[in-house]
């Protein structure tokens, strides 16, 4: 057998070829919407991709496998255990290729290898695992998608974001017996994961590639809640975030059959006058890949900061509107890559109007654009407009963050939760934000300044702030 796990930092998000290394025909399990990179991977390990598979409907990445079926001849293996996805029965399908949809037991081959559905609910309604047995071995792999993590489970809160999604009450009962249902699996099973430490699909997982059912057996709080006994939904709810408001959008699009990309759409270099034109208008978001200090010595209106870094995908994700233009600046060798983390996240390419280098940005009249501003400000100053209360004091970092301690008289949104629940931001006054380090407020006081706030962003975040014996609350 030949395994490669193909990995998106940006989204903690794990995709696995497997190939039969007599007939060099593959699998791909849950890709993402450009296919290329897949393809390539593929062509280098010597296989063929004859077949794509889905563990569920995703919710924080457009899926490959509508793209794969339009362009290639592959069979396209999707869940009947759930309510049947809107573009299965309109898809136009490449020569040769076709749709199968899977109920728990059925059998998946390809060339010697063969894999069998089991059915795992309670992370969405139609979540399906693909067991491998190795012929000759008695190791088994278990593809567990969202259902089973390393250190974690998938979390049932999401489940409703689906079009005939589960009510809580009943994801977190169809989890726990998904949980009960692998009890025959052997301890050494090796168990592949949809996902690593950082995504928000589920709580706290682990920072490893794989893990075994015998691990977590002994590590996993929501395994042993159920097999132990405990408070089973404690055990799998107790600390969750509220779900980022990008994933119903994306789940909507899965659903629909997103667009997927067999070659990556270029991305046009705009003139700075192009430029300077496009990031004076509100229809255009300009989404600014600099440094936070380069953004601040040049601060453009309608634009959002947001550095490419790890979480730049769902910090993007959950500040733009779904009609919005968007205008980039960003280095041109990191505009392919930029883009292909845009479309994962539900950005249709057409929304992409061109991009701009940061020199030609740092080179514009800034006293040209009418802006408001951002800045950075010390603990010291925070801790004065604190004691003046002139500012709305914005804690923009997790739940449990923010109940371990906070600013007196804080508000808490966190920050990616801001645009969806603006709203709630007292008008008329400053916004003083701030987080553990600074830089998740960064982006929150950036795009409340594209809103129309002044907004101030804490330097150095909370701790420096508590350091110095200010009073906190909890």
């Known amino acids: 057998m030949i395994l490669r796990r193909i990995y998106d930092t940006t989204l903690a998000q794990a995709a696995y070829l497997v190939g039969c290394p007599s007939t060099r025909e593959a699998i791909l399990i849950d890709p993402a919407c450009d296919i290329d990179r897949y ?13 794509v598979a889905e563990t569920h409907v995703h919710a924080d990445f457009v899926s490959g496998v509508p793209a794969f079926a339009a362009h290639h001849p592959v069979t396209a293996y999707l869940s009947a255990e759930g309510p049947a996805q809107e573009w299965v029965a309109r898809a ?9 949809l899977l109920h728990a037991g059925d059998l998946v081959r390809v060339g010697t ?45 999401l489940g409703a974001f689906a079009t005939e999604g589960l009510s809580l009450a009943e994801a977190v009962d169809k989890l726990r017996a998904s949980l009960v249902s692998i009890e025959d699996l052997p301890s050494d099973t090796h168990v592949l994961p949809g996902h690593g430490a950082g995504s928000e699909c589920g709580k706290a997982i682990c920072n490893i590639p794989s893990t075994t059912i015998g691990i977590e057996r002994v590590i996993n709080r929501a395994l042993k809640a159920q097999v132990e006994g405990g408070d089973f939904k404690d055990a799998v709810l107790a600390g ?20 997927g990309f067999d070659a990556m ?38 634009s959002i900061s947001a550095p490419f870094e790890r979480s730049f995908g769902p910090t993007v994700a959950n500040y733009l509107e779904e009609d919005d233009r968007i205008v980039l600046i960003a280095d041109p060798a990191k505009v392919t890559d930029i883009t292909r983390v845009l479309l994962r996240v539900g950005v249709a390419p057409e929304s992409i109007v061109g991009f701009v280098e940061p020199r030609a940005v740092s080179t514009l009249a800034v006293g040209s654009f009418a802006t408001i501003g951002v800045d950075d400000i010390s603990p010291v100053r925070a801790q004065e407009l604190v004691e003046q209360g002139d500012v709305t004091v914005l804690d923009v970092r997790t739940c449990s963050e923010f109940a371990a301690g906070h600013l007196p008289n804080a508000q808490h949104i966190p920050y990616t939760h801001l645009r969806a629940r603006l709203a709630e931001v007292a008008q008329g006054r400053p916004v003083l934000c701030y987080c553990r380090s ?16 002044e907004a101030f962003n804490m330097r150095g975040g909370f701790w420096p702030y508590a350091g110095r014996g200010y009073r906190v609350e909890r």
């Open 39 to 51: 393809l390539a991977s593929a062509e280098a390990e010597g296989l063929r991709i004859t077949a």
């Open 92 to 100: 136009t399908l490449a020569p040769g290729a076709r749709i199968a």
């Open 113 to 157: 290898l063969e894999f069998r559905a089991r059915h795992t609910p309670g992370h969405t309604r139609e979540s399906l695992c693909y067991e491998l047995t190795r012929p000759g071995s008695s190791t088994r792999l278990l593809f567990s998608g969202d259902f089973l993590f390393a250190g974690d489970v998938g979390r049932p809160d």
């Open 240 to 259: 969750a975030t509220e779900p980022p408001p990008y994933f119903a959008r994306v789940k909507r699009l899965n659903e629909a059959g997103a667009r």
């Open 265 to 302: 759409p270029a991305v046009r270099a705009l003139t700075a006058a192009e430029f300077g034109e496009f990031c004076q208008k509100p229809e255009y978001t300009v989404i600014d890949t600099r440094a936070w200090n380069d953004y601040l010595d040049t601060r453009l209106p309608y």
């Open 438 to 453: 600074g830089n998740r407020s960064a982006r929150a006081a950036a795009f409340l300044a594209r809103s129309g706030f």
